[in-house]
C-alpha cells in the first residue's frame, strides 16, 4: 500500500473555479475530525504499510493544530506508516500564521502544498483567493524557518485578459520563492462552478499554448525536472504521492468524497458531509464502487500514464490493448505528438504535451 489521501473539504469562502467537493459549513469540523477518525478504525491498512499521506481539499489548513494532531494519532494507531512517509498538507498562504507554522512542528507533516494560484493580487480578488501575493512569501519564509523543507506551489495560467507578460511575471515571482517543486494549470471553467456562470472565457488557445511553452522553457532553466504534464520539481523533490495515483499503485482515501483504489476496485464515498459525518457516528461506511478490469482498466492506466514524461509501458498491455494503442497512435505517431521510447513506452512528445487530452480521448476504447 503505497498511499492514504485524507480529504478536508472546509473552505471559508469558495473560489470561483473550483469544481472539487467542499463546504463552508465550519462548525463542521470537530464531528467530522472524530468521523474521519471512525473511518480509519473501520478501514486499517493491516499490515501493508503507507509510504505517503496526503491532507487535500478543500483547504486542508482550516482545521487547528489540535484537529490535525487527533488525525494523525488516529492515524498511527491504524495504519503502519513508513519510517520515511512523504506526508504532505494543502495549505491557503493567509492560514499560516507563526502559531501555525509552529504547529506543524509537532506533526509528521513535511511537505507542504500551497495554492499560490498568481501573483497579481487584482486577479487574486476576482478568483476569490482569500491571499495577497505578499502573504505567499511570507507564509513560506514561516514554514522554512519551522523546518518544511519541500514546498510546491500551485500556479494557473490562462485568465481572461492575461497577457503573456503578465504570465511571464508570475514565473518570475514563483521562481525567486526557490520553492522545490511547481506545479501550473490552465485555467478551466468547471460546469456548475461560479466561474461558468460568468460564462467567462480564458485567454483563447494560442496564446495559452504560448503561456505553457513558456513555462516549460522557463522552469526547465532554472533546474526543474519536468515529468508530469502540470507537475515539474528540483531533482528529488516529485510528489511522491501523486506519482502513486499515475503509476497504478493503490491508495486509500478517506473523508466525504474520496476515493480509493486497490488495484482491482474503484471506490468513493459519499460527496455529503452530513451524510459521511452521520454514517461514521452509526459505524457505515457510504460509497459506491466499481470492479477496474479489461476495457476500463485500458482506459484507467491509459489516462493516467501518459500525463507522465515516462509514458504508458506497453509489455503491461494484453495484446489486445497494445495492438489498439499501437494502431490509434499511428498518426500521432507520425505527427510527432507521441513517440515510443527505447523502453518501450508510449509517450507524449513536448508537442503532444498540450493537446494531450485530444490525443488521449482517441486512445481510448469506447
Not at 41 to 55: H, K, M
Not at 299 to 318: K, M
Not at 359 to 364: A, D, R, V
Request: aromatic share 10%; net charge negative.
Amino acid at each position: 500500500m503505497a498511499g492514504l489521501y485524507i480529504h478536508i473539504p472546509f473552505c471559508r469562502s469558495r473560489c470561483i473555479y473550483c469544481g472539487f467537493y467542499s463546504t463552508t459549513a465550519l462548525d463542521l469540523r470537530q464531528r467530522y475530525v472524530e468521523a474521519l477518525c471512525k473511518e480509519m478504525a473501520l478501514r486499517p491498512s493491516d499490515e501493508q504499510e503507507i509510504e505517503t499521506i496526503y491532507l487535500g481539499g478543500g483547504t486542508p489548513s482550516q482545521l487547528t493544530i489540535p484537529q490535525l494532531h487527533q488525525i494523525f494519532e488516529s492515524l498511527s494507531i491504524y495504519n503502519k506508516v513508513s519510517p520515511d512517509a512523504e506526508v504532505t498538507i494543502e495549505m491557503n498562504p493567509d492560514d499560516v500564521t507563526e502559531a501555525f507554522a509552529d504547529g506543524l512542528c509537532w506533526l509528521p507533516v513535511n511537505r507542504v502544498s500551497m495554492g499560490a494560484q498568481t501573483f497579481d493580487d487584482e486577479r487574486l480578488k476576482w478568483l476569490h483567493r482569500r491571499h495577497t501575493s505578499r502573504q505567499v512569501a511570507e507564509a513560506l519564509e514561516r514554514l522554512r524557518d519551522n523546518g518544511i523543507q519541500n514546498i510546491s506551489i500551485d500556479m494557473m495560467y490562462g485568465f481572461p485578459g492575461e497577457t503573456l507578460d503578465d504570465w511571464q511575471a508570475d514565473i518570475t515571482a514563483a521562481l525567486s520563492l526557490n520553492a522545490e517543486h511547481l506545479s501550473a494549470y490552465c485555467l478551466m471553467i468547471e460546469e456548475g462552478t461560479p466561474l461558468a456562470q460568468m460564462h467567462q472565457e480564458g485567454s483563447g488557445e494560442e496564446l495559452e499554448r504560448s503561456m505553457y511553452e513558456r513555462l516549460i522553457d522557463r522552469l526547465a532553466s532554472a533546474g526543474y525536472k519536468h515529468y508530469e504534464i502540470s507537475n515539474f520539481a528540483k531533482p528529488g523533490f516529485r510528489s511522491r504521492h501523486n506519482s502513486s495515483y499515475w503509476n497504478d499503485t493503490p491508495y486509500i482515501g478517506l473523508g466525504a468524497a474520496a476515493h480509493s483504489y486497490d488495484g482491482h476496485t474503484r471506490s468513493w464515498n459519499i460527496a455529503d458531509i452530513r451524510q459521511y459525518i452521520e454514517g461514521m457516528e452509526s459505524g457505515k461506511r457510504l460509497f459506491d464502487a466499481e470492479t477496474i478490469e479489461g476495457d476500463t482498466r485500458y482506459n484507467d492506466r491509459l489516462t493516467v500514464a501518459l500525463r507522465t514524461r515516462e509514458g504508458l509501458d506497453l509489455s503491461t498491455l494484453s495484446d489486445r490493448h497494445r495492438d489498439y494503442a499501437i494502431k490509434n497512435a499511428r498518426r500521432f505517431l507520425n505527427d510527432g505528438l507521441l513517440h515510443i521510447t527505447p523502453a518501450n513506452h508510449l509517450a507524449l512528445t513536448r508537442r503532444g504535451l498540450f493537446v494531450s487530452d485530444m490525443i488521449i480521448s482517441e486512445l481510448m476504447l469506447v
